[in-house]
């Protein structure tokens, strides 16, 4: 790497010699997101309080919306509705709005949100003060994650299935360009001073670092510790990449200032999105733990491997997006199978809040002063009250599927929400037979059992993410090894369509296996 000369901002004056911690002097833990806050909140160097202006968003995948929350109640004021509810009339060949509403981000004056929907490829930007999507952009396939530039004109956004990163008019809608940027982009975000962009991949074991002025790839970050990172975020000071590593459950720390990998983390099954915050007692970095339902707190060091000070257990499933309050007291992480948002005290790192909003929480950004009025306009209720059910489940072998393994996780979970008058059941399953199909059935509660979907494991003996939708009346969910080595199938060959009294009824299935 030669980061170092390219760097055109400097952190001088930021490190203390001898300290176990950062002195920070921007001290507004969202400036992330802009990738900072307003010119005059950073020059004055002073965090935010929380209030009634502020908003927190949610992606919701599932109900195709984004929720939006008042940080100051820790009320769900309603949702922003950007496609229907999947299945419903997402099938119809003539329909036309958004599905797998994913990805958030916000402009530096915070007027703008910037909302990306990895199944139908599209970008739609907010306006934060009405709520209302003012241009829509298709954009490359299998979309994921983006950034701002500084003067809010552009959104850029990784493409997966195009390896490209899409420069997207902000301002009127419309591509600008695509940029070459090597295999499975996953995510853009920026430096401070917007010159550099960085991207990292999921086919990829590295950083790709682009001017954005001109385009240019400059460098390459290597030696992460896995191909495959679905997330990333800079540091608010600039000096450090956390780059998470979800299937193996580790996380690679940049130091962007000495030029090289800070440290490797293992941190967990799952692990998925950092962020940070900067408190009285120092500078700390946060990362979700999906399959262990934890939040994990790291004190930043200036130098060497930063240091694990805290696990918080959160009150749901599958912790996901993060992000923290302008101030840094509180922490806003989503649950991605509980449709729920926990407020974390950074000064206790405790739970102290838990919020409903709607299905399936993918990325979240908190955005002080979102609502100059206070006001919430425009919003609808899709989504709202619709709470997944985390239903139990047996293994092969008769073991509790949901017994938490401390390294591995679970090895099989199962979610069911209701969607457009049928159920969207989600298995996730761990630690299984390598290379091999399963079975997933419906269990009644006298213990007969009635076909869901079949699935095949990867070389690892995991299943991300099956999908099937049905009308669900079990109790629980088991699975069994078939034997075969067929492609997976869903309930609709296995039924034939003849549905069930109990289980399951319908042959609106079909199977689905990712990672987001």
């Not at 502020?54 to 919701?60: G, K, L």
């Not at 970008?123 to 299998?142: E, F, L, P, Q, S």
């Amino acid at each position: 790497m030669s980061l170092k000369r390219r760097i055109g901002w400097s952190v001088a004056g930021l490190v203390t010699a001898g300290a176990t911690a950062l002195s920070v002097a921007v001290l507004v833990p969202s400036a992330q997101a802009g990738p900072a806050d307003s010119a005059t909140t950073v020059a004055a160097g002073k965090p935010i309080p929380v209030s009634s202006h502020d908003r927190v968003y949610t992606a919701d995948q599932t109900s195709n919306t984004v929720s939006v929350i008042d940080p100051s109640t820790n009320k769900t004021l309603g949702t922003i509705a950007l496609g229907a509810q999947r299945l419903g009339q997402v099938l119809n060949p003539q329909y036309t709005q958004d599905v797998g509403v994913h990805g958030l981000a916000y402009s530096m004056d915070h007027k703008r949100l910037a909302v990306v929907s990895i199944t139908s490829d599209g970008v739609d930007i907010i306006d934060t003060a009405t709520n209302k999507v003012v241009n829509h952009t298709d954009v490359g396939r299998a979309s994921h994650e983006g950034w701002f530039t500084n003067d809010g004109k552009q959104f850029w956004v990784a493409a997966r299935g195009t390896d490209t990163v899409t420069i997207v008019d902000a301002v009127h809608g419309g591509v600008i360009t695509n940029l070459p940027v090597g295999a499975g982009p996953s995510k853009v975000v920026m430096s401070p001073d917007g010159k550099l962009a960085y991207i990292n991949h999921i086919a990829l074991p590295e950083i790709t670092v682009v001017d954005v002025r001109s385009h240019r790839i400059v460098d390459h970050i290597t030696g992460l510790a896995d191909p495959f990172a679905s997330d990333l975020a800079i540091s608010p000071d600039g000096r450090e990449l956390w780059v998470p590593h979800k299937r193996a459950g580790k996380t690679t720390v940049v130091d962007l200032v000495h030029d090289k990998i800070q440290a490797v983390l293992t941190t967990g099954p799952d692990t998925n999105h950092p962020n940070f915050a900067d408190t009285p007692a120092g500078s700390f970095a946060y990362l979700t733990v999906g399959g262990l339902d934890e939040t994990l707190a790291f004190r930043r060091t200036a130098y060497g491997t930063p240091t694990l000070v805290s696990t918080i257990h959160n009150t749901g499933h599958a912790p996901h997006g993060i992000w923290p309050s302008g101030d840094g007291t509180r922490l806003y992480v989503g649950m991605e199978k509980s449709d729920a948002v926990d407020v974390i005290d950074t000064g206790t790192n405790k739970v102290v809040s838990t919020i409903g909003v709607a299905q399936e929480p993918q990325a979240l950004v908190y955005v002080p002063g979102a609502s100059p009025d206070g006001t919430a306009l425009n919003l609808g209720h899709q989504g709202v009250a619709q709470q997944a059910t985390n239903v139990p489940t047996t293994l092969p072998d008769g073991r509790d599927g949901e017994a938490m393994d401390p390294v591995k996780g679970r090895g099989l979970e199962a979610t069911v929400r209701p969607v457009a008058g049928l159920d969207m059941i989600q298995l996730q399953a761990r630690g299984l037979q390598p290379a091999a199909t399963f079975r997933a059935s419906s269990v009644d509660t006298d213990g007969r059992q009635t076909p869901v979907v079949t699935f095949q494991t990867d070389a690892n003996g995991n299943a991300p993410q099956v999908l099937a939708f049905a009308v669900f009346t079990g109790k629980s969910i088991a699975i069994q090894a078939t034997g075969g080595t067929d492609r997976p199938t869903s309930a609709v060959s296995d039924m034939h369509g003849a549905g069930s009294a109990t289980g399951v009824t319908s042959a609106d299935l079909f199977y689905c296996d990712c990672c987001c």
